[in-house]
């Protein structure tokens, strides 16, 4: 009974976002997400502000003990939580206002809540990729990332991979990735990723609804930042203290 009824949650809560979605939002910059799950915006930051992030991720992760630096259990993702209180003037460079209104327009609802994480990640033997792996960030809602190359991005050093459709076509492929569920341990032998190449100052947007992650890294290194938002006041701040960090005083 406890599992019809789980089931049963799932499918509501499947349908009620995607109605609203489909009614509310879907408009705006990000329009195209609906149809093509991502897409990328060329040379979205020049060569030399990318030089500058990179110098800042390097010299805040050297920091030790750095209270908003999270590792992975390989020591291959290192990340920076809340990297905008920690670049200055560079935080124009990603017009944060504009991302938000194409983020509000695309999901129908109003982002409360924003910060920026920026991570390198490194080759490690069993290294699971940015993002530990495949994953929805939520089986039911959609959401937006907006994930900055730093770096040149080639099949080799963990490009961000993404299941195309499989942000709106939930019902579809129901018996191959159970609704409701976060993390997937495979791809079905039908499905095939879809790896974002491309240079460095490329901005990659996709709903991650849709089963995505990055792939293993083999060799070299990537650097990217990322920008969060939420509907909720107060989201990230409870995140950070759930990954046992120092949440700011004070949360965008």
């Not at 060569?47 to 590792?71: G, K």
């Not at 909720?232 to 004070?250: D, I, M, N, V, W």
Request: proline share 4%; hydrophobic share 35%; with cysteine.
């Amino acid at each position: 009974m406890k599992s019809l009824m789980r089931i049963a949650n799932n499918i509501v809560k499947t349908l009620v976002s995607d109605i609203w979605t489909n009614a509310i939002g879907s408009r705006g910059e990000f329009a195209a997400l609906r149809a093509d799950t991502a897409f990328t915006l060329l040379e979205d930051l020049s060569e030399d502000v990318c030089a500058a992030l990179i110098s800042r991720i390097d010299a805040t992760l050297e920091v030790t003990a750095h209270p908003r630096v999270w590792r992975d259990s390989s020591g291959s993702d290192a990340r920076i939580w809340g990297f905008e209180k920690d670049i200055g003037r560079l935080i124009d460079e990603f017009q944060i206002e504009r991302r938000i209104t194409a983020i509000e327009k695309y999901l129908g609802r109003t982002v409360r809540s924003w910060y920026l994480m920026a991570n390198r990640v490194e080759p490690v033997v069993g290294n699971l990729g940015s993002g530990g792996g495949l994953h929805r960030d939520s089986p039911f809602s959609h959401q937006v990332k907006c994930i900055w190359y730093l770096t040149d991005v080639t099949d080799q050093n963990g490009p961000f991979q993404y299941l195309p459709g499989s942000h709106t076509n939930l019902f579809g492929s129901r018996k191959k990735y159970p609704l409701g569920e976060y993390r997937l341990n495979h791809l079905s032998k039908d499905d095939h990723m879809v790896e974002v190449l491309s240079g460095a100052g490329t901005l990659l947007v996709c709903d991650t609804k849709c089963i995505h992650g990055g792939k293993p890294i083999e060799s070299g290194s990537r650097y990217a930042v990322t920008l969060y938002t939420s509907p909720h006041e107060g989201e990230f701040a409870r995140q950070l203290r759930a990954l046992g960090l120092s949440a700011p005083t004070q949360m965008n």
